[in-house]
């Protein structure tokens, strides 16, 4: 096993690793710095799909880090992909915000509301029974529910929010269809940011603080992982999973050094 700091591509969740709310974490910067300094190629990947990755880059860089929005992935990118590549130019209707109906509309999916071929659903602060009503229709009628990622909830400033899939549960329990999620845990996110990234599998290393997606992910696509502290898990919840990361850190500042 290489040392991480000798591996060329980082793929790193934000919440938890980068920062928590609209605060920056602890050798976040450091972290960055070092990426840049050394050419390293690197990924800032989140489950949630409402916001684009220009939106994300500017919420970094109110925080202080600067880098280009390439360097991010959402599960709205992950799910455009995924289904630009099973239904080249098809189309959808969307319960979700403008981070994925941009990626949608950049793959060349069409918005439909009569007969589309997918119904995809992510997180959204614009819900409402009669979009819920008519997603039902559509399902009934052949579209395939997708789920961006499969986050019961998320945080805000206020405590949580619903997320993707509590959004999509009353579709799914009112059509008895199951919805096919992309986000973590599903490797398919993890598999395409290495591609983004154009580095091997052993060139690649995971970063995370949840064992549950981010690490999971890692281990299922078979990349080092490294679980880092500074987020949701401790050292003594960590040992409760039937799975171990390859490397446990305080924070993302120990990469570094
Ligand atoms: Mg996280």
């Known amino acids: 096993m290489v040392s991480v700091k000798e591996k060329i591509g980082f793929i790193s969740d934000m919440d938890g690793v980068i920062y928590h709310g609209n605060r920056l974490l602890d050798g976040a910067r450091e ?107 559509l399902v009934l009628n052949g579209a395939k529910l997708i789920g ?6 998320g945080p805000t400033e206020h405590g949580i929010a619903p997320a993707t899939r509590a959004l999509i549960a009353p579709i799914e329990l009112a059509t008895s269809r199951k919805a096919y999620f992309i986000g973590k845990p599903n490797p398919l996110m993890m598999r395409q940011a290495q591609k983004r990234l154009g580095c091997a599998t052993e060139e690649t290393v995971i970063i995370g603080d949840r064992m549950d997606t981010d690490i999971i992910a890692g281990i299922e696509s078979e990349i080092e992982t490294i679980l880092v502290l500074s987020g949701v898990t401790s050292e003594s919840s960590m040992k409760r999973f039937p799975y171990r990361p390859d490397h446990v850190l305080k924070d993302v500042g120990e990469i570094p050094s």
């Not at 960055?32 to 970094?60: A, M, Y």
């Not at 130019?89 to 069409?110: M, R, W």
């Not at 979009?131 to 229709?137: Q, W």
């Open 148 to 153: 961006t990622n499969p986050d019961l909830t």
């Open 31 to 137: 972290f960055v710095h070092w990426l840049l300094e050394n050419d390293k190629r690197f990924l800032f990947l989140t489950n949630s799909s409402e916001r684009s990755p220009r939106e994300l880059q500017e919420k970094l860089k109110r925080m202080g880090i600067d880098v280009g929005e390439e360097h991010f992935y959402t599960s709205a990118l992950a799910t455009a992909s995924f289904l630009s590549k099973q239904c080249p130019g098809g189309s959808a209707f969307v319960i979700g915000e403008a981070g994925l109906l941009k990626a949608l509309y950049d793959v060349g999916f069409s918005m439909n509301d009569v007969n589309p071929d997918y119904v995809v659903v992510g997180e959204t602060r614009t819900y409402n029974f009669e979009r819920i009503e008519h997603a039902i229709h």
